[in-house]
């Protein structure tokens, strides 16, 4: 632009008026930003107000339900619990935590045994710096399986009761197939219905397994997450705990395979047979251990061991073994251990092997007759023999 220029000495008026509208249009944009600015500024002191009363809310929340329990130390959490329903200092979340308690409470007071057992654990809790979960207390401290090896002590009816007072669904976990394993993982061990914190309208929602947490589905043998969140199967023998890390992708039959496997070494182990019949493996870790499965050899020996010890379709119809067989590993194992049922627990597997050379099932050079090894447990799963000697005399 010149520096003597002058507006509208060589413009049109058609000109004019667009330089006079452009410059309408700029005021307006200009103001149009200005004023976003100003409400962008107003939405951000709104939400750091809102943020800001939000933390005063949860800290005057946490102070006044920890003036109302400190108040009531020395007394037991049984006592604090109905007290503290009553404090209007308490909020709305803590105390419907702190109802269910008393549900839990008044449920087991009704059955005499239970009562006490109940009361103890409760009391036992951590409630200084809140309520604790009652449904991860009740699966925890008050639920258990008919077979469990570490039983709560609280009745069946009682647990039911408490499980209904919860809104848990506690189906009995029944797991035979790979399909079913897999199930456990992907849609939980039960349901619990829960409330919208949107709508306010009860919803179902299942219960998952968390890490270190087992189901169990026979005795002694959980499903469930190691501690590092890994699919597992875990098999508690005299000899020790062992576990089964399953894949987390695999197929229903390889699935259950990896559980079979699982079944038949734990088993085994307690027999001082896991070392011969899954060799190239330490076996002796007493005390357990992870289990070392190796596709596709271990499979193929858990199915013939399956079909030595079962017969019919074992260990080839896709199931993990029921609990009567697993029971009838150590009872016919017995029978080929000169020690007979001392053998169950042992840890002496070199006594095993000089019993089996003695038998003929391990040669000279050491080498395991797979033939006459399932000839004797036949003999004594047909024959119901009650001693090693019996297959011996005939043999020879």
């Known amino acids: 632009m010149e520096p003597n220029y002058v507006l509208g000495e060589s413009e049109t008026q058609s000109e004019l008026a667009e330089i006079v509208v452009r410059g309408v249009q700029r005021r307006e944009r200009r103001a149009q930003r200005q004023a976003e600015e100003t409400q962008t500024e107003a939405s951000q002191a709104r939400l750091e107000q809102a943020e800001a009363a939000e933390t005063a809310a949860v800290k005057a929340t946490e102070v006044s339900y920890q003036e ?58 951590d409630m200084s710096q809140g309520v604790p979960d009652p449904v991860r207390f009740a699966r ?70 968390q890490p270190g947490e087992f189901e169990e589905i026979r005795a002694g043998q959980a499903i469930g997450l190691t501690d590092q969140g890994d699919r597992a199967m875990r098999f508690d023998e005299e000899v020790g705990s062992f576990t089964v890390i399953l894949p987390d992708n695999a197929t229903a039959e390889d699935m259950a395979m990896y559980g079979l496997a699982g079944q038949m070494m734990s088993q085994l182990h307690d027999v001082n047979m896991a070392e ?62 000169s020690k007979g049922d001392a053998v169950i627990g042992d840890v002496n597997p070199d006594q095993m092997r000089a019993d089996y ?35 011996s005399r005939s043999a020879a």
């Not at 469990?148 to 809104?167: D, F, K, N, R």
């Not at 005390?287 to 074992?314: E, S, Y």
Request: proline fraction near 5%; charge should be negative.
């Open 357 to 391: 050379r003695r038998q003929g099932i391990i040669d000279d050079s050491g080498d395991f007759n797979w033939d006459v090894f399932a000839t004797m447990v036949e003999a004594n799963r047909l024959g119901l023999w009650t001693g090693e000697e019996n297959f």
């Open 68 to 125: 109302a329990v400190n108040e009531l130390t020395g007394l037991p959490n049984t006592e604090k619990i109905q007290r503290l329903i009553a404090d209007e200092r308490v909020p709305a979340s803590e105390k419907a935590r702190l109802q269910s308690f008393s549900q839990i409470i008044a449920i087991a007071d009704q059955v005499p045994q239970d009562a006490p057992l109940v009361r103890q654990r409760i009391n036992q809790l």
């Open 276 to 337: 011969m019949m899954y060799p190239g493996r330490n076996m002796l870790e007493r005390g357990g251990g992870v289990l070392d499965v190796r596709m596709p050899d271990d499979f193929n020996r858990t199915q013939r061991l399956c079909q030595i010890f079962f017969g019919g379709l074992a260990g080839h119809d896709g199931e993990l073994l029921d609990q009567s067989d697993l029971d009838r590993i150590p009872y016919l194992m017995q029978f080929q251990n």
């Open 140 to 209: 925890a401290f008050i639920f258990d399986s008919p077979n469990s090896q570490l039983p709560s002590g609280v009745t069946q009816a009682t647990q039911e009761a408490i499980a209904a007072s919860l809104g848990i669904e506690r189906r009995p976990l029944e797991v035979t197939t790979g399909s079913e394993m897999t199930e456990v993982f992907e849609q939980g061990v039960g349901t619990r219905m829960v409330r919208d914190p949107e709508t306010g309208e009860l919803r179902e929602e299942p219960i998952f397994l």
